[in-house]
T-cell receptor, first 117, second 114 residues
Framework: AQTVTQSQPEMSVQEAETVTLSCTYDTSESDYYLFWYKQPPSRQMILVIRQEAYKQQNATENRFSVNFQKAAKSFSLKISDSQLGDAAMYFCAYRSASNFGNEKLTFGTGTRLTIIP | AAGVIQSPRHLIKEKRETATLKCYPIPRHDTVYWYQQGPGQDPQFLIS???????DKGSIPDRFSAQQFSDYHSELNMSSLELGDSALYFCASSFLRGWNTEAFFGQGTRLTVV
C-alpha cells in the first residue's frame, strides 16, 4: 500500500515571501501521479498542481511549482510571492497509474499554511 | 462550467438513524469517488464507481453502502449512524475513459450525528 507523509503540520510565511511545503511518499510502483490540493476554510478541495511520475520536468502553475525527486520519493511544493488567499490546509496526494480501477487518492495528513500580513 | 454537486450540504441525524448523501458528477464524467474527512483529518477513500460498477473499495464500514445510477449520479447510504460518523463527506468525479488524471471535488456534505 502507498503512504504519503507530510512532516510539517503547520507552516507560516510572510506575505510576498516564498515557502516550501514538504511531502514524501512510499510506493513500489513506477507509474503514478502526485498532486497538491488546497483546502481553505470553506473546506472545498481545490487542485493546485499535479505531476506525472514519468515526467522529469517539474510542474509549474503560476506562483506554484514542485520539486519532484523520484529516486528520493519526495514531492515538495513551493509557493512564491505568497498571498493572503494562499492561507489554507495543503494536502499532498498520490494516485496510482498502474491499474485501471485503482485511481483513488491517498492523502498525507496535511500542512496548515498561515500567511502573515 | 458545471461542477460536482453534492446534496445536502449539511445534515444532522441522531444515533442509529439512516442518512443518504447524493452526488451529481460533472457531465460526461464516468467515475465517482467517495471520501470521508473527519475533524482535523485527511480525506479517507471509501468507495468508487466506474460506469455504474463498483471499481474500488476502501475503509467503508459495512453499515454504509453506495451505488451509481444510470444517469451517473451516486448515493451513499449510511445506516445505524454512530457519533464517529460525523465528518465531511466528499464526492469527486473524473473522466477515466479520457485518461483524465484529475478528480474534481464537490463542496462536501457535512454530517453531524448527535
Amino acid at each position: 500500500a502507498q503512504t504519503v507523509t507530510q512532516s510539517q503540520p503547520e507552516m507560516s510565511v510572510q506575505e510576498a515571501e516564498t515557502v516550501t511545503l514538504s511531502c514524501t511518499y512510499d510506493t513500489s510502483e513506477s507509474d503514478y501521479y502526485l498532486f497538491w490540493y488546497k483546502q481553505p476554510p470553506s473546506r472545498q478541495m481545490i487542485l493546485v498542481i499535479r505531476q506525472e511520475a514519468y515526467k522529469q520536468q517539474n510542474a509549474t502553475e503560476n506562483r506554484f511549482s514542485v520539486n519532484f525527486q523520484k529516486a528520493a520519493k519526495s514531492f515538495s511544493l513551493k509557493i512564491s510571492d505568497s498571498q493572503l488567499g494562499d492561507a489554507a490546509m495543503y494536502f499532498c496526494a498520490y494516485r496510482s497509474a498502474s491499474n485501471f480501477g485503482n485511481e483513488k487518492l491517498t492523502f498525507g495528513t496535511g500542512t496548515r499554511l498561515t500567511i502573515i500580513p | 462550467a458545471a461542477g460536482v454537486i453534492q446534496s445536502p450540504r449539511h445534515l444532522i441525524k441522531e444515533k442509529r438513524e439512516t442518512a443518504t448523501l447524493k452526488c451529481y458528477p460533472i457531465p460526461r464524467h464516468d467515475t465517482v469517488y467517495w471520501y470521508q474527512q473527519g475533524p482535523g483529518q485527511d480525506p479517507q477513500f471509501l468507495i468508487s464507481f466506474y460506469e455504474k460498477m463498483q471499481s474500488d473499495k476502501g475503509s467503508i464500514p459495512d453499515r454504509f453502502s453506495a451505488q451509481q445510477f444510470s444517469d451517473y449520479h451516486s448515493e451513499l447510504n449510511m445506516s445505524s449512524l454512530e457519533l464517529g460518523d460525523s465528518a465531511l463527506y466528499f464526492c469527486a468525479s473524473s473522466f477515466l475513459r479520457g485518461w483524465n488524471t484529475e478528480a474534481f471535488f464537490g463542496q462536501g456534505t457535512r454530517l453531524t450525528v448527535v
